[in-house]
């Protein structure tokens, strides 16, 4: 098994990318601790994890939160000893409704608080523990829009979630740099569109699903699995001499 004794923290545990990594790393052995703003969510997902025989723990939490960051962290070392694995998961995307009234400003505020600050701040407590523990693997989630410019408008509420993935993808530069002598690798998923509920505003209108697949070659969206995959091989030992690089799992989008 591909992380067996390994322990790993995922953010943004309680639906899709983040649930569907959770149930792939412990199908190959490792104990999860589910992460989600939602605790209800990420008990369900701990929960799906032990009804497949896996080893799970749930915490709800803000990432945005220097003390829930910190929590995140700690409940990893008091439920199982060590933290060898992060995927910072948790996200947000321009269109976030923050009701009535809320200033694009809010939105830009929001939206690169939770994308940029919250992984810096949970990858911030973890280090230390994996430093501990011998090393480990961050693994961030970017996007296509880390890798390629798209004309959004500023008046239009999307224009900071391509900002903030940039920042994550050189955040996972520099980290990398940083980490590497203490044998702490970090790497980046880059995805392309994802059936997700973050995408649901998308998907759900039958036009711009059409128009969102013919934008990419091979097809099809992205499901969860496709990029829990992506996360499995960067967290395992198969991918120890790669740290500091995006991995794009795109179906051809960015390649155009």
């Given at each position: 098994m591909r992380m067996e004794g390994k322990v790993a923290l995922i953010t943004g545990a309680g639906s899709g990318i983040g649930r569907a990594t959770a149930l792939r790393f412990a199908a190959e052995g490792a104990s999860i601790v589910a992460s989600d703003i939602s605790e209800a969510s990420a008990v369900e997902t701990a929960a799906a994890v032990r009804g497949t025989g896996g080893e799970a723990t749930a915490?709800?939490?803000?990432?945005?939160?220097?003390?829930?960051?910190?929590?995140?962290?700690?409940?990893?070392?008091?439920?199982?000893?060590?933290?060898?694995?992060?995927?910072?998961?948790?996200?947000?995307?321009?269109?976030?409704?923050?009701?009535?009234?809320?200033?694009?400003?809010?939105?830009?505020?929001?939206?690169?608080?939770?994308?940029?600050?919250?992984?810096?701040?949970?990858?911030?407590?973890?280090?230390?523990?994996?430093e501990a523990a011998g090393g480990g693997s961050i693994i961030n989630i970017g996007s296509i829009m880390s890798m390629v410019g798209y004309p959004m408008g500023m008046t239009n509420g999307f224009s900071p979630y391509n900002p903030s993935k940039g920042a994550v993808l050189q955040f996972t530069r520099n980290l990398a740099l940083d980490l590497a002598p203490k044998g702490i690798r970090v790497n980046c998923i880059c995805p392309g569109y994802v059936e997700t509920n973050m995408t649901r505003i998308l998907t759900d209108v039958p036009e711009s699903y059409e128009f969102l697949k013919q934008r990419h070659p091979i097809g099809r969206l992205g499901q969860p699995e496709d990029i829990a995959n992506a996360a499995l091989y960067l967290a395992s030992d198969e991918s120890a001499f790669v740290t500091g690089t995006p991995l794009v799992v795109d179906g051809g989008y960015t390649a155009q």
């Open positions: 915490i709800g939490g803000d990432v945005v939160s220097y003390a829930d960051a910190k929590s995140m962290v700690q409940a990893a070392i008091d439920a199982y000893g060590k933290l060898d694995t992060l995927l910072n998961s948790a996200g947000v995307s321009g269109r976030i409704d923050l009701g009535e009234g809320a200033t694009h400003e809010a939105v830009w505020d929001k939206v690169m608080d939770v994308n940029m600050k919250g992984t810096y701040l949970v990858s911030w407590h973890a280090v230390p523990e994996m």
